[in-house]
Each structure stands twice: as C-alpha cells, then as structure tokens.
C-alpha cells in the first residue's frame, strides 16, 4: 500500500514583530493567521541580540521547547535554576501551576571571545498546551543536548534528520521529553533531496522554512523519491519564514530541494496529539476557563498558589534590563 502525502491546508509568513524586552521575533502560531493548532499554541523563531533579551516573566499552563539554532542563551528561575544552551542544545519547561524564569542572551567571559562582535542568539521556541489534569503540575525542566540527539541520513546522504523528539527512518529520540506527546525533527535537504516523513495518524502537523525554499508533495503526487518531481504540478513551493499547516488525513510529509537549488533547505516538521479541551489564553498563562486565567493573574499578583517564591525574587541575568 503506497503512503499518502498529507495536503496542505495553509501557507502564511511568519512576520518579524518586537517581543520581551528588544527581541525581535517571527511568530507563526499564535497570531490572527493561526491562532492556535491543538496542542500547539506559539512558534516564535527568536533572534535576540547582547542588550536584549526576555528578563523575569511568568508562566502557567503549558510547556515550552527552546530550540538554540545559534549562539548561547542562559536562564534562571525562581527555584534556583539555571543553566546555558549552546547552539543545537534544547530545553523543555513545563510550567504547570506556575514559574517565574528569565531567558538572556550568554554573555561569554573568555578574552578572545570579547574581542569578537557578540553574537545574537537565534532559535524556535515552541509552546505546547498541558493535558487538564496536568495544568497544576510541579514545574520541571529537562535539557537534551547536541550531542544526545540521533541523526539519521536518507537518500543518499542528501538529506539529514536530526530526531529530537520522535522516529524518522527507522530511528528514535532518546527520550520523551515532554507531557504532550510531540515529534520534532530537524531536517537539512541538500540540493536535488527529497525526504518520505511518516507522521501519527490523526496528529496536528506542520512544518517551518528556516533556510531555502521546499516544495512539498500533494496526495495527487506519484510515488516517488526522485527530486525530479518535487516540482511537479501536484506540488507547492514554499520559501523560507513560512509556516506549512497540514491536514490530519494523509500518512506521510513528502518534502524536496530543487536539483539546481543554490544553497541548502533546512526546515522543521513538528506533530502533536490534538487535545480535546478549551484554551483560554492571557498572555503566558494558558488555563481552560476565563475563571482559571482570574485565578492565575491574582495568584501571581499575590504570590500564592504556586507564586510564592515570586516574593522579593529577581534574575541575575534579567537585572541589566529590569533597572
């Protein structure tokens, strides 16, 4: 039985906009053109240069996955947590009842690295809604690193996956990171590249144009893994900062590289389970009633119910933006 592409249901840009505190940033999920797609709920692709960054914030009710492309970033949390990504490294926050954290761009200490221009981080952060029962969860974070992830080379060695949460050609991420079952790959399509992605049926998908430009095969497309036909008449090119939304029929992301393609494509396919429930959403808390959202903007106002150690707490790390 031959597998079937899923066709596409909307193509839109991310726009660049302002965000934090400086940042600058390509939302995609989470604006008028999409608001949400069940258990996704923002994809921002960041770029955050020394002097800017996201200081103290809070969160309740879902999870986050920050995905460093490039450049370092540090964070810290009311709890006493703190570390720094590098470029490749990635961090799941599950926010549950509730966090308080700051996201800065890595100032380095190292001589040489001051004599350098600073570099500005550059990355995806993802938010993916928590299950109801798990909307007043203890906060955590779980850090996957570079160098933990499996990659996986198909056709030939044109094409390379980088398995972060998921399978792709036989292949499995290392561990479930987050509550909300989700798949993440990283793929880079060499010119003259296709790749066949199965995907689970019945999951919300899409997939994100971080370099080039793919063309993405309909259900009408011959089977095939010759890039010949990726730019057939059954196909859709799309270019780089725009979001591919999927329909959920469909087995299979059909993606390729013109043959004559002057640089390489580097693209992201994410999958979800759909939840059935409300979102209701107020900036960084993503409850399922309006009540809930009350609740959660007077426990953070009043340092209860999970805020406590809001009280008297600051950032290291956010202070030179917070005065």
């Known amino acids: 039985m031959s597998l079937v592409p899923r ?99 890595h100032l380095d200490d190292d001589e040489n690295s001051k004599q350098q221009p600073p570099q500005p981080m550059v990355g995806l952060q993802l938010w993916v809604d928590l299950p109801e029962r798990l909307k007043s969860c203890e906060p955590r974070y779980r850090d996957l690193r570079a160098s933990e992830i499996p990659v996986v080379h198909v056709d030939h060695g044109r094409a390379t996956v980088r398995v972060i949460s998921g399978q792709s050609h036989g292949v499995d991420s290392v561990k479930d990171l987050a509550y909300t079952p989700v798949w993440i790959l990283d793929v880079v399509l060499r010119p003259g590249a296709s790749l066949t992605q199965p995907l689970p049926a019945g999951w919300n998908a899409f997939a994100y144009v971080l370099e080039g430009s793919a063309w993405f095969a309909g259900p009408d497309a011959a089977p095939s893994s010759s890039s010949s036909s990726s730019s057939s008449s059954s196909s859709t090119k799309v270019e780089q900062y725009h979001n591919v939304v999927f329909e959920q ?10 043959a004559d393609a002057a640089q390489d494509t580097r693209l992201v396919i994410i999958a979800g389970t759909p939840l059935d429930q409300n979102v209701v959403q107020y900036g960084p808390f993503v409850l399922s009633s309006k009540s809930a959202v009350y609740q959660a903007l007077s426990d953070y106002q009043t340092f209860s119910n999970g805020f406590e150690r809001a009280r008297n707490w600051t950032s290291e790390i956010g202070k030179p933006l917070m005065g």
Not at 17 to 28: C, D, K, N, P, Y
Not at 34 to 40: D, E, I, V
Not at 249 to 258: E, H, K, L, Q
């Open 249 to 258: 029929a469909g087995d299979v992301v059909r993606v390729g590289n013109d």
């Open 7 to 105: 066709a596409i249901r909307k193509i839109f840009l991310a726009a660049e906009q302002a965000e934090g505190a400086g940042a600058r940033v390509r939302r995609s999920i989470g604006t008028p053109a999409l608001r949400n797609l069940s258990p996704f709920l923002m994809l921002d692709h960041f770029s955050v240069s020394p002097g800017a960054g996201f200081p103290d914030h809070p969160h309740r009710g879902q999870e986050t996955i920050t995905y460093l492309l490039a450049g370092a970033t540090d964070h810290e949390d009311f709890a006493g947590n703190r570390g720094t990504l590098y470029a490749g490294d990635l961090q799941f926050m599950t926010a549950g009842r509730g966090i308080v954290h700051a996201e800065m761009p």
